[in-house]
C-alpha cells in the first residue's frame, strides 16, 4: 500500500489543507532535511493482514539506524490525512544508504500502536532498533536484501531520494494523487533511476 510524490514540496492538498508536512521534524535535522525538501517520497503502510518484513530498495552502504524517539500513534490511512505530521512524531528509526546510481537515499521504519518493534536482520545480527548495530562503519547492503522487520500489526516505511534522481512510476503518482494507496507486492517496481542530464 503505497503513495508516491515526485515532489515532496508539492505536496500541499494531498492531506489536510492547512497542515504542513514538517520534513525537519520528520528527519530530526533540517541539514539533512534541506538537500531532500523537493525530492521524490515515497510512503510504504503495512496493515495487520501484510507481510512485516522489509527490504532495501537500492544496493549501497547503509548507515546505522538512528533511532529517534516518539509516541506511537495510529499510521492508518484516515489518522495520517487527518494529520501526516503524526509521521515526524511517531517512534522511528533512520537510515542512510549511499548509492552509485540514484545518490543519497533516506529509508524510515516509524512504528504505530502496538507496532513499537523495530528489528533489524541485516549485517549478520538480528537486534532491535534501540540498540543499532556497534559498528559504527557503513554496510553495503544488495537491493531486495532484507533489512528486518516489525513485530506486531501494522506500521509505515518511508523512502526519500534526493530532487532528480528517481522517477517514480506513472500508476503510483497518479493513484497517490487522487489519495489513493497503490498495492504492491515486494520487488514490485515503484520507479527508476532519473536519465542523466
Same mark, same amino acid.
Given at each position: 500500500? =503505497?503513495? &508516491?510524490? +515526485? @515532489?515532496? *514540496? ?11 508536512? *514538517? ?10 532535511? @534541506?538537500?531532500?525538501?523537493? &525530492? ?9 493482514? @501484510?507481510?512485516?518484513?522489509? =527490504? ?13 524517539? &516518539? ?29 552509485? =546510481? ?13 507496532? &513499537? *518493534? ?22 553495503? %547492503?544488495?537491493?531486495? +536484501? ?9 506500521? +509505515? ?13 506513472? @500508476?503510483? %503518482?497518479?493513484?497517490?494523487? +487522487? ?5 504492491? =507486492? ?8 532519473? *536519465?542523466?542530464?
Amino acid at each position: 500500500r =503505497h503513495l &508516491g510524490f +515526485q @515532489d515532496i *514540496s508539492k505536496m500541499d492538498g494531498i492531506f489536510v489543507k492547512g497542515k504542513t508536512f *514538517s520534513l525537519d521534524r520528520l528527519l530530526g535535522s533540517r541539514e539533512l532535511a @534541506d538537500r531532500f525538501r523537493t &525530492g521524490a517520497m515515497v510512503l510504504s503502510r503495512l496493515c495487520p493482514v @501484510d507481510y512485516h518484513r522489509f =527490504h532495501f530498495p537500492v544496493a549501497g552502504r547503509v548507515s546505522t539506524p538512528q533511532l529517534l524517539n &516518539g509516541p506511537l500513534f495510529s499510521v492508518s490511512p484516515i489518522a495520517v490525512r487527518r494529520n501526516i505530521n503524526i509521521l515526524a512524531e511517531n517512534r522511528r528509526a533512520l537510515s542512510i544508504i549511499e548509492t552509485a =546510481h540514484v545518490g543519497t537515499v533516506v529509508m524510515l521504519e516509524v512504528g504505530a500502536t502496538f507496532v &513499537g *518493534s523495530i528489528v533489524y536482520t541485516y549485517g549478520g545480527v538480528t537486534r532491535p532498533a534501540r540498540r543499532p548495530n556497534s559498528s559504527a562503519e557503513a554496510i553495503c %547492503v544488495e537491493r531486495g +536484501q532484507e533489512k528486518g522487520y516489525f513485530e506486531f500489526g501494522g506500521s +509505515q516505511t518511508i523512502l526519500l531520494f534526493e530532487p532528480g534522481r528517481v522517477v517514480l512510476d506513472a @500508476d503510483l %503518482v497518479a493513484t497517490s494523487a +487522487q489519495h489513493v494507496e497503490l498495492y504492491a =507486492h515486494v520487488r514490485d517496481r515503484l520507479g527508476v533511476p532519473a *536519465s542523466p542530464a
